[in-house]
T-cell receptor, first 113, second 114 residues
Framework: DVKVTQSSRYLVKRTGEKVFLECVQD?????MFWYRQDPGLGLRLIYF???????EKGDIPEGYSVSREKKERFSLILESASTNQTSMYLC????????????FGAGTRLSVL | AQSVTQPDIHITVSEGASLELRCNYS??????LFWYVQSPGQGLQLLLK??????LVQGIKGFEAEFKRSQSSFNLRKPSVHWSDAAEYFC????????????FGAGTILRVKS
């Protein structure tokens, strides 16, 4: 089974803090994604990476950055957390080739106070 | 721009009743279509997918979906709902022309009453 692990299920941070959300996959997938999930809005793509050290902006990259130094790990960084970044964050990993299926982690619920 | 619409925010059905969740998409390419389910506090689990071929696809947990190109729809169905099906369901669309990115609908929350 594909396993996508997000390091924290719940995080509470203060406004202005630098926040790191970590995601690790164990299937040697090249593509990884960070989404934000808010009620009534579904999942919105923040950033994705199609290879080590490669990244592309998604639909809502403002206030976020990412790092992909190793193939299995994709980190989401909030440089200076704000209250409007309180949300559920989901990481996904993509099997390539013909299947094109994204596998998701359990999510990190971040509260910024 | 690509978009996915799930018209129903909440649906309540009785246990044992049939279910249909609606999904419509607007896409400028031949789509890949997915349904995911999210139980409370969990990540998303793939229920089923359509890439090509037979427009009626079978998934896990007794779900099926039908791709109707003329209606730009990919509705999810189940003939008899179980209490454990209570969750949030997301329709998602992708296309080879847009790389590996998916566009998600806003989700439909399913409640099952006994």
């Amino acid at each position: 089974d594909v396993k996508v692990t997000q390091s924290s299920r719940y995080l509470v941070k203060r406004t202005g803090e630098k926040v790191f959300l970590e995601c690790v996959q164990d299937m040697d997938h090249e593509n990884m994604f960070w989404y934000r999930q808010d009620p009534g809005l579904g999942l919105r793509l923040i950033y994705f990476s199609y290879d080590v050290k490669m990244k592309e902006k998604g639909d809502i990259p403002e206030g976020y950055s990412v790092s992909r130094e190793k193939k299995e790990r994709f980190s989401l960084i909030l440089e200076s957390a704000s209250t409007n970044q309180t949300s559920m964050y989901l990481c996904a990993s993509l099997s390539g080739g013909a299947k094109n299926i994204q596998y998701f982690g359990a999510g990190t619920r971040l509260s910024v106070l | 721009a690509q978009s996915v619409t799930q018209p129903d925010i909440h649906i309540t059905v009785s246990e044992g009743a049939s279910l249909e969740l609606r999904c419509n998409y607007s896409y400028g390419a031949t789509p890949y279509l997915f349904w995911y389910v999210q139980s409370p506090g969990q990540g998303l689990q793939l229920l089923l997918k359509y890439f090509s071929g037979d427009t009626l696809v079978q998934g896990i947990k007794g779900f099926e979906a039908e791709f109707k190109r003329s209606q730009s729809s990919f509705n999810l169905r189940k003939p008899s709902v179980h209490w454990s099906d209570a969750a949030e369901y997301f329709c998602a669309v992708g296309a080879r022309e847009y790389g590996n990115k998916l566009v998600f609908g806003a989700g439909t929350i399913l409640r099952v009453k006994s």
